[in-house]
């Protein structure tokens, strides 16, 4: 089976700026969630997709957006980029379901100059 | 507001040690509990899972758990650690009626194990 797929790897942005962020699932997965892990911190939640549609958000201004398409492959998308947006951001797919054990991407590091 | 506490932020053993580490959450309602593990350059994967049922969970490479409701823990064993167990550690919790998968992670817990 495939597994979590993330490009690009790395990346710099200048503040300011947008940035998109793609990731592709693991092969009968239906659900995607984004996280983002600060240097030093554990990943922090950003929001899911389920049936391309937002299925749950964390504690993330409105400048971080997301989409998923019928293929189930989705995309984080950040605006006015700031320097503590700084992180690896991390992509996970899942089957619906609480029961269902999240399987995650290597991670887009992002660095914001 | 819901969180999780990993005591240990960098632990070294020498092989053949044994290893635990300590892992707190807050929330007063059921969860679900999870170790993930992250070994170098390789993505988060998961190590084991509480959901219900016999607080001892047992999960890959000789890890277990033991879920404490009293005392809020899920703290990670394993009697004889290996070179190849260096790696950064997670503990994760999954609050029922939050988002499906919504995980809160702790810090991280990195293990360096000596030949």
Known sequence: ETGVTQSPTHLIKTRGQQVTLRCSSQSGHNTVSWYQQALGQGPQFIFQYYREEENGRGNFPPRFSGLQFPNYSSELNVNALELDDSALYLCASSLQGDNSPLHFGNGTRLTVT | ?115
């Open chain 2, 1 to 115: 507001a819901q969180s999780v506490s990993q005591h240990n932020h960098h632990v070294i053993l020498s092989e053949a040690a044994s290893l635990e580490l300590g892992c707190n959450y807050s929330y007063g309602g059921t969860v679900n509990l999870f170790w993930y593990v992250q070994y170098p350059g390789q993505h988060l994967q998961l190590l084991l899972k509480y959901f219900s049922g016999d607080p001892l969970v047992k999960g890959i490479k000789g890890f277990e758990a033991e879920f404490i409701k009293s005392k809020f823990s899920f703290n990670l064993r394993k009697p004889s650690v290996q070179w190849s167990d260096t790696a950064e550690y997670f503990c994760a919790v999954n609050s029922e009626g939050g988002a499906t998968n919504k995980l809160i992670f702790g810090t991280g817990t990195l293990l360096a194990v000596q030949p």
